[in-house]
């Protein structure tokens, strides 16, 4: 499995937010925040977005002409959950991996998005390969070298993966992302619909370098974990035996307050890259926004850093990297 950072094909994406899942009031702002994300991304690269035909037309007009728009039937936005996670083989033949969408363990429904990856494999031209685990790519974080970092929380969940050892989900995942060394974070289960996906607690900035969130709430579940991962990290070694260099990037202390909820995402981690450029929220917090720009522009210092409001997307319980999935270039 490439980097993300690795040149791409093409980005995926679904603008498939419903009412039945979104709510009314949140449906139109999520609508703007996915054609904002993939109009940002479009600047760089080709951005394909699936799309519903009832929705073609909302979608043309929402995204415009540089996004290309792929009608099939879909439940959600989320594609880094629900489309394939593409690898390459020894000859540089695509292919991609379907991890079995089922729904964050059966917390949504997903008939039809449990469809995304193999679609997805297919209009890529891409061999899918079907694996044996229930995960979601939102859960994996790799550096293209052999490394990975994988929260336990989701992915030996027993709503993904019931008596499926640690070792075993080791073999499965090095065999079918060429990986040599997981490093587990525990994350934490039953706080967010994902169970606690790695990418919105750290991320690869290139090969030996991640960027890892810090929670500052002290009242926020949030606030422990955080802790104990960038303890982990800091003590960690890499599939080559690099100790890690690990950046802190503190999420925000305060967020705009109409889309506020419960389930709003604030952390900068879940930003995405693309050919070019860094796509990464901001939440109206102006010296953290301006902090997660500071840091990311001297990680990524060879990309343009593009900051989006997606406070719709957040409130729904994502963020940027969540609605996308790259395609590696041949």
């Known amino acids: ?23 009314g009031k949140l449906l139109p702002v999520a609508r703007e925040n996915l054609a904002g994300i993939a109009k940002a991304i479009a600047a760089y690269e080709r951005v394909n977005m699936l799309v519903r035909e009832e929705d073609r037309e909302i979608a043309a007009r929402l995204c415009g002409p540089s996004v290309s728009l792929v009608v099939r039937s879909i439940d959600d936005v989320w594609m880094r959950d ?8 020894s000859t540089g033949q695509l292919g991609a991996v379907g991890f079995n ?11 039809l998005d449990a469809g995304v990856a193999e679609h997805v494999a297919r209009a890529a031209n891409a061999t899918f390969v079907k694996a044996g685990l229930v995960l ?14 994988i929260t336990e929380s989701c992915v030996l969940n027993p709503n993904r993966n019931p008596g499926v050892s640690r070792d075993a989900c080791e073999a499965e995942l090095s065999c079918l992302l060429g990986l040599d060394k997981i490093i587990w974070l525990p994350g934490i289960a039953g706080k967010d619909i994902t169970d606690g996906h790695t990418d919105f607690y750290a991320r690869f900035a290139g090969p030996g370098v991640v960027v890892a969130g810090l929670e500052p709430d002290s009242s926020s579940f949030d606030h422990a974990v955080t802790r104990r991962h960038l303890d982990l990290l800091h003590g960690a070694v890499d599939a080559k035996g690099r ?12 967020v705009r307050p109409k889309h ?50 997606i406070d719709g997307i957040a409130a729904g319980g994502g963020g940027i990297h969540c609605t996308t999935q790259q395609q590696p270039r041949p």
């Open 260 to 309: 506020g909820t419960k389930d709003f995402a604030a952390g900068y981690i879940n930003f995405y890259v693309c050919n070019g450029a860094v796509i990464a929220p901001e939440f109206g917090d102006a010296a953290a926004d301006r902090n997660a720009r500071d840091v990311l522009r001297e990680l990524f210092a060879d990309r343009e850093i593009i900051q989006l409001n």
């Open 101 to 111: 969408f089922n729904g964050w363990g059966n917390k949504q429904r997903h008939a």
């Open 136 to 149: 979601e790519g939102g859960g994996i974080e790799v550096d293209g070298e052999g490394t990975a970092i």
């Open 1 to 23: 499995m490439p980097d993300e950072g690795a040149p791409h094909a093409a980005t995926w994406m679904a603008f498939g937010a419903s009412a039945a899942i979104w709510g």
């Open 82 to 89: 629900t489309g394939p996670v593409f690898v390459r083989d």
């Open 243 to 254: 100790r890690l260099d690990v950046v802190v990037l503190q999420g925000p202390s305060t």
